[in-house]
């Protein structure tokens, strides 16, 4: 049986010590700040004024209009003109330009035809992020710069495909995600790294400092002391996540569209999994040293497997079934969709019994690891 | 409470690998009782502590501790055993009040506040209740654990060299607070290496190598040895030393102020020992009954430091 009375002196010692511990308890609050601040300017450089070179391999009125219409997007900023794919491409190569814009010959022509031309916008994507921006707008530039033009065309080239064809080339692009993704995602990873992290030294702590000789000595359970010392950081769990989605909305104007029950739910049963993940790793560990290295062992594929950096189903089989049994991957699968996309309850569900599940077997797991005795 | 002894155990024996640390311990404690551990590091008196309450699971033997089975009913041990670790093991991060409301509440005792009160009182820690236990002295840590492992009214008292490092007023407080509980029927087991702790207890056992050597009333120990002894004066004490020294013969030699105490188990050899300093100028040698501090001398630079053979192993 356990006692509450015990279960409640661990919860209070555990509040008391967190708040003497200055310093980690300043970390635990300013990881989401910092984390969001460096990931932020990523996503809020939406890039403006990008230097761009043009290829003018024809010239009329419809080319014209496409580069007023790229100088008014702010996006791009036409430093150059170019005769040569090859001085376009050393140009780009040598990041004098960010993006190369090719018009080719009897772009003209073909347009009125209803050829529906090709426009190649080449571009520099050794940084997705700041890339991504410009290149998704790339199309819409295209549409309204034409848009004039096409109402003077006959109707029958008018409403079937695009009159235009915008060819992008880039190197590098993992996500192709909006960058609405990433601050949402963000949440998980902050949890997952600070709240691991947290319960991990919470028995290796006792075994350093001998105080686990007199915590084994008092009647005091197993599972006592495991809900004990975690519940308390339950507290900074959610502080976390409040300054995550507090900067999310006012910072980066990300809408919360869907209930916050269904998310209330999965976050708490996330938070909790987090910190019996850090508490089962210090049933393991020794050292305070070993229990870091163990929670990055498991950071390292919180933040490649989850769907955070690289999207999900691009992944190969072996890597998806690791994210699988990793609880961040179901928990941003459910902050995308409640937040992003408004899911309810029933949409989420598949995501929250894998992360019920996980939460039961560390528990299970931590219970079955700690010692009882000093052996 | 069951058959009278508040420990009963037999044939209690542990293992650390190959090593045996504590070999088929018996151990007979009455109620009431103040009862020392005496050896040397590594002897196995921390093990056999921790065996008794519960922290160490024996490998052999068997028996009661208040009553309850020594393997099975640990938990019903715990509640009512008080156990002071050889280290200072609470929250040094933790206040003096902090710490003890926290082993009361671990302890499920009611009134928590008033308990914590009373004892910080007792223990005169009341005007530092709120200090933060890793700034105490030794002294003061000392008290703050004596406090903690008390603050449950436990039946059974066990100290693990309770006063390593502690000031001898401090070490003289401690000991009266020890026997104000044991006069109020608290049974006490002490491990110990100092002598004057030793003298205080009502019974003792000598341990070296995890085996128990010696197992009696604290005023039998010399007998039980079978020590004799000798009482030399001379005007040169110095020289008196030496010479004894290259003669042998004896297995204790002590300086007493003015005096120097000779003693050995074997009679003959010790009276030889006295003779080699026979034209010595001012001597006067005297047989004379030999005492506790004698016979501790003797039992404890018999057995070297028991690490010597092994490393025992260190928890926390």
């Given at each position: 049986m356990l006692s509450l009375s015990r279960i409640r002196a661990v919860f209070l010692k555990e509040l008391v010590q967190m708040r003497r511990d200055r310093p980690t308890f300043a970390i635990m609050i300013m990881v989401p700040i910092m984390q969001l601040t460096l990931f932020g300017f990523a996503i809020d450089t939406d890039p403006r004024h990008l230097p761009t070179a043009v290829e003018l391999r024809d010239d009329g009125p419809l080319t014209r209009s496409l580069l007023a219409s790229m100088r008014q997007s702010d996006y791009f900023e036409i430093v150059a003109q170019v005769a040569t794919d090859e001085e376009g491409e050393a140009l780009l190569r040598s990041g004098e330009v960010s993006y190369l814009v090719v018009i080719p010959e009897n772009f003209e022509r073909d347009f009125v035809r209803g050829e529906r031309p090709q426009i190649l916008i080449a571009a520099d994507a050794t940084d997705p992020v700041a890339a991504a921006g410009p290149i998704a707008a790339a199309n819409e530039i295209a549409r309204r710069a034409f848009a004039p033009e096409l109402d003077r065309l006959p109707a029958r080239l008018r409403g079937g495909a695009a009159p235009i064809d915008v060819v992008i080339h880039r190197q590098y692009n993992p996500a192709g995600e909006t960058s609405m993704n990433i601050v949402p995602g963000l949440l998980g990873i902050i949890l997952t790294m600070t709240l691991i992290m947290i319960t991990s030294i919470a028995l290796t702590r006792e075994v350093e400092r001998g105080t686990i000789e007199t915590l084994l000595s008092t009647p005091v359970r197993a599972g006592e002391i495991m809900i004990g010392k975690t519940t308390p950081y339950i507290l900074v769990g959610v502080i976390q996540t409040l300054i995550v989605l507090l900067a999310a909305r006012i910072v980066f104007h990300i809408p919360f569209i869907g209930d916050p029950a269904p998310f209330l739910l999965a976050l708490l049963l996330f938070i909790f999994t987090n910190l019996m993940l850090g508490y089962l790793i210090s049933t393991i560990a020794r050292t305070q040293m070993q229990a870091m290295q163990m929670t990055f062992f498991i950071f390292l594929p919180s933040i490649l497997l989850s769907g955070f950096m690289f999207p999900f189903a691009a992944m190969p089989v072996w890597a998806q079934a690791i994210g699988e049994a990793l609880p961040i991957t179901h928990f941003l699968r459910v902050v995308r969709e409640v937040m992003l996309k408004g899911a309810g309850f029933a949409e989420i569900r598949n995501d929250i019994w894998p992360i019920a599940l996980i939460l039961t077997v560390l528990a299970l797991a931590a219970l079955a690891r700690f010692r009882q005795t000093l052996d | 409470m069951k058959n009278g002894g508040v420990i009963d155990v037999k044939g209690l024996t542990k293992r650390f690998g190959a090593k045996t640390v504590v070999d088929h311990f018996d151990l007979a404690v009455p109620r009431g009782a103040i009862y020392g551990f005496l050896g040397p590091n590594g002897s196995g008196k921390t093990t056999t502590i921790r065996m008794v309450c519960g922290l160490l699971k024996p490998d052999e033997g068997a028996g009661q501790v208040l009553g309850f089975d020594v393997l099975k009913e640990s938990a019903s041990i715990k509640e009512r055993v008080g156990y002071m670790t050889q280290r200072f093991s609470l929250y040094e991060d933790l206040s003096i009040r902090e710490n003890l409301e926290f082993i009361a509440r671990l302890y499920s005792l009611d009134h928590v506040r008033d308990r914590v009160d009373a004892s910080l009182k007792s223990l005169g820690l009341a005007d530092r209740a709120w200090q933060l236990a890793g700034t105490l002295s030794g002294g003061w840590k000392q008290r703050l654990a004596l406090a903690a492992c008390m603050i449950h009214g436990p039946e059974l008292l066990l100290l693990d060299e309770p006063t390593a490092g502690v000031d001898p007023k401090a070490r003289r407080d401690f000991w009266d607070a020890i026997r104000d509980y044991a006069a109020e029927g608290v049974t006490t087991l002490v491990s110990t290496h100092y002598m004057d702790e030793a003298v205080q207890c009502d019974r003792i056992a000598f341990i070296a190598f995890g085996k128990k050597l010696i197992d009696s009333k604290t005023a039998d120990i010399p007998g039980a040895i079978g020590l004799?002894?000798?009482?030399?004066?001379?005007?040169?004490?110095?020289?008196?030393?030496?010479?004894?020294?290259?003669?042998?013969?004896?297995?204790?030699?002590?300086?007493?102020?003015?005096?120097?105490?000779?003693?050995?188990?074997?009679?003959?050899?010790?009276?030889?020992?006295?003779?080699?300093?026979?034209?010595?100028?001012?001597?006067?040698?005297e047989p004379i009954e030999a005492g506790l501090e004698e016979a501790f001398i003797y039992l404890m630079a018999g057995a070297a430091d028991n690490y010597a053979n092994g490393i025992e192993r260190r928890v926390g």
């Open positions: - | 004799s002894a000798w009482r030399i004066e001379a005007d040169d004490l110095d020289q008196a030393t030496k010479i004894l020294k290259a003669a042998g013969g004896y297995d204790v030699l002590a300086r007493f102020g003015a005096a120097i105490h000779l003693a050995g188990r074997d009679d003959n050899a010790l009276a030889g020992a006295v003779r080699s300093i026979g034209g010595l100028a001012g001597l006067e040698a």
